[in-house]
């Protein structure tokens, strides 16, 4: 979840306790209070075994005139104490305590110190002898043993009470009391679960996710599988035990997991990556144990890991740095799971990440999360069904425009546009309105984009405008030189690193002539050649595409001998790491001058050739102004079908356009992530 989202009243609502209510456990404070009792009534009471009702002490002179007086019933001496006690007759209560049996009980006595046993026989003797004490006089050993042991261990009772509290406080974080997280709980896991009457039942299917098309077309199998099971084993079916939905924040991935839950009606776990790993060493990998072990008790069911790179990142194998035992242990715990529960165990793990490639190699091995599903932030028309969504709890007036809410949010993700809502009911309700009007919106957005643009990719209209006239120059050149590969998909729709994105499909071919690079270096160049000639200044969008130049250009005059200066010359060195250059001095000079030129050349062929196409290619951009995203069709549209017809578009043209977009985004211009070295 991000914090993006905190604003919304009705969006996730925290349910950190709930699962913890469900475990069997047994209830520790009941355990200290029952041991407290029990020490209480063992020092109170232990002094007086002998007698239950009230005592008093007196002077041994005021002891002897009670017995003198013949109150005593019963006298008995303590010879470790040096004490004596005599218990009064009951018709001589009210003499000595000034009070009735019912306040003094049946045994009341007097307590008294002697000065030796020998002058107390002889006066208890005495006074037998006068009549005035019949009883016998008893000597008694102190018991009190328990409660000296008790008195020593008192200080240490103390320390181990006051250490459980500290634990407890430090374990559960804002758990509290009912929660008993502490020292008993710091290795179970801290997954939230949504089950079917759960305390935080929230029934999220696909209707809840606008957008996403392909992504939810992807999640459809494991949504199948969780129904019904047994119809894929049954026919030896193996189902992916985990994927990945690898996405920039707030895109919905973890919506996405939890309406493939909803659909499936399975219970739902889920669990953020950096709640594995705390201050305690070992308490990840313990953590990993205890939520697998819930989820099989539960299955068939989802685990849903937030944020997976934060225990996910790549070990590190290099001694030197130390790595971070506890996140690697945490992992390795995970990986572990993963392989321990068969395929058809009916657990099935969805993580999410921001960044598939800084994940560890083994999290993405067949059999663990082999499959990744994008979720990307949404165009324009997607955007339009994310407003539906979230303006349907909102009282809106009729002003409102959701196609120009949707023009004007270019870059948001879905929880940017919850929040847009959120924001103007806030708004309208600060100005007393009944209904949320266009203008509250409007200025929701704005709020939103000064409080963003930091964090995320939101554009100005005059960036869209730029990126726009960008990605057209890229288009019309591959789409009018002969070589270059043919365009599939354009569109300015922030993506990862990059600004706008297009996609070619690929030739598929064992070797390249020089004609085909030069066109594909001419049609990378053509980003920035229609920024400067269109909007008169070149901007930082074409980096990634002049790094591809550059490369490209030092590897075809370097190393293909492609340059009319050095031809027929490969200086290519396996030695990645030696200093020593295996040409001169003057040869890297023409290198450089050669990379140069080549570079010029092609640039100047990309404006002729935009100049040329101007009138396309100004319809092109603002297409993609409009729409976001621009397909081949509409390509054609506006100049005309390629004369010049590929193997693989032939191969394309009897299948549908669409369906092979997924695996063919290979060539991605602009993020050097994905692109082809
Ligand atoms: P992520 O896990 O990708 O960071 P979330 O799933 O937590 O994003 O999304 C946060 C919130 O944004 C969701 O609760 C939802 O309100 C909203 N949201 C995001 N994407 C969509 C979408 N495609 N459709 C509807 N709402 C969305
Ligand atoms: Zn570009």
Same mark, same amino acid.
């Given at each position: ?79 470790? @104490? ?129 957008? *996403? ?49 909803? @659909? ?63 996140? @690697? ?259 890297? *000079? ?88």
């Amino acid at each position: 979840m991000d914090e993006q989202n905190n604003s919304q009243p009705a969006g996730n609502t925290n349910n950190n306790k709930n699962n913890r209510n469900k475990m069997p456990r047994v209830n520790f404070t009941w355990i200290y209070v029952v041991i407290a009792i029990a020490l209480g009534y063992l020092f109170f009471a232990g002094g007086e075994q002998d007698g239950n009702g009230t005592s008093k002490n007196v002077t041994y002179t005021v002891f002897k005139q009670y017995v003198e007086q013949g109150y005593a019933n019963k006298i008995i001496a303590n010879k470790d @104490e040096g004490t004596v006690k005599m218990f009064v007759k009951p018709e001589h209560i009210r003499d000595v305590f000034q009070a009735g049996v019912e306040k003094t009980g049946k045994q009341p006595f007097v307590q008294a110190e002697y000065p030796s046993a020998d002058k107390l026989d002889e006066f208890v003797s005495q006074q037998q002898e006068l009549g005035n004490f019949t009883g016998e006089l008893s000597y008694k050993r102190s018991n009190d043993t328990f409660m000296q042991v008790f008195w020593n261990l008192f200080p240490l009772l103390v320390i181990i009470f006051v250490w459980m509290f500290i634990m407890r406080r430090m374990g559960s974080g804002s758990g509290g009391f009912g929660g008993m997280g502490g020292i008993f709980n710091v290795g179970r896991s801290r997954a939230k679960l949504v089950e079917k009457g759960g305390e935080n039942e929230s029934k999220v299917t696909f209707k809840d996710v606008a957008g *996403q098309a392909s992504a939810k077309q992807e999640v459809q199998e494991i949504v199948e599988f969780l129904k019904n099971p047994k119809k894929f084993t049954d026919l030896g079916g193996k189902i992916p035990k985990g994927a990945l939905l690898v996405g920039p924040p707030g895109t919905g991935k973890t919506l996405l997991a939890k309406a493939v839950a909803g @659909e499936a009606d399975v219970p739902f776990f889920s669990m953020s990556g950096s709640d594995f790993v705390e201050m305690f060493v070992g308490v990840g990998a313990s953590r990993v144990r205890d939520l697998f072990r819930q989820a099989k008790e539960k299955a068939p069911c989802i685990i849903f890991i937030d944020e997976i790179d934060a225990v996910g990142r790549a070990r590190t194998n290099n001694a030197m740095m130390g790595g971070n035992d506890e996140r @690697e242990s945490t992992l390795n715990q995970l990986l572990t799971e993963m392989d321990g529960f068969g395929t058809n165990s009916g657990v099935i793990i969805m993580a999410a990440t921001n960044r598939a490639d800084i994940l560890d190699k083994a999290l993405l091995r067949a059999g663990r999360f082999d499959r990744q599903i994008h979720v990307d932030l949404p165009d324009l028309n997607e955007r339009k069904a994310v407003f539906k969504v979230h303006l349907q709890p909102i009282k809106v007036d009729e002003s409102l425009d959701i196609d120009l809410l949707a023009r004007q949010t270019p870059g948001f993700s879905g929880a940017d546009i919850a929040n847009v809502c959120n924001e103007a009911a806030l708004i309208a309700a600060r100005h007393g309105k009944q209904a949320v009007g266009k203008e509250d919106f409007i200025a929701a957005v704005d709020r939103i984009v000064g409080g963003l643009e930091k964090k995320t990719k939101v554009m100005t209209e005059e960036e869209k405008r730029t990126i726009a006239l960008h990605e057209a120059g890229h288009a019309t050149i591959s789409w009018n030189l002969q070589y270059a590969n043919p365009l599939i998909k354009v569109t300015i729709v922030p993506r990862g690193r990059a600004l706008g994105a297009a996609w070619y499909l690929p030739e598929e071919r064992q070797i390249t002539t020089k004609e085909q690079m030069l066109d594909e270096m001419c049609a990378t160049l053509g980003g920035r050649a229609a920024e400067e000639l269109f909007t008169g200044h070149i901007s930082s969008g074409a980096m990634n595409d002049l790094e591809r130049v550059t490369k490209q250009a030092y590897g075809m005059i370097a190393y293909m001998g492609m340059s009319d200066n050095l031809p027929n010359l490969c200086y290519y060195n396996q030695n990645e790491y030696s200093w020593q250059r295996p040409y001169s001095e003057s040869t890297a *000079q023409l290198i450089d001058e050669e990379v140069k030129k080549m570079i010029a050349e092609q640039y100047e062929r990309a404006k002729r050739l935009l100049l040329e196409k101007r009138e396309g290619h100004k319809a092109l951009a603002d297409l993609l102004v409009e729409r976001e995203v621009i397909y081949a069709e509409d390509v054609e549209k506006i100049f005309g079908k390629r004369p010049w017809v590929s193997r693989t578009e032939e191969l394309l043209e009897n299948q549908d356009t669409e369906s092979a977009l997924p695996e063919k985004e290979e060539e991605n211009t602009e993020s050097p992530a994905q692109a082809p070295s």
